[in-house]
């Protein structure tokens, strides 16, 4: 593996994370996961593997946060039906989807 792949998330004991970083922890199975797809080439890095992951669950939240903003604007809401088949299309488990405030 290339010196890349073997980087970690988290700084060196004792340094502190710089601005606007942040150090986080993975379950090992996790990282390895990772570093094996750094390794063949699917992502460039650890570190951009895990902004790329992060930047797109971003975007669905913001998403689905101003949908919900929508319909409360709107005072109505989708029903139960509609949910679940846009749960359905979109392969998302029954306990995701919902925005978080």
Known sequence: MTDRAN???NPPPGAEPGPGRSSVSLPSEQVEQIRRLVAIGRADSVS?????AVAERLERDRSLTELQDLFERKGQAPSAEHLAWAREVLGVPDDQ????R
């Open 7 to 9: 980087s970690s998330l």
């Open 48 to 52: 951009d593997y895990v902004v790329e």
């Open 97 to 100: 989807g919902e925005a978080k």
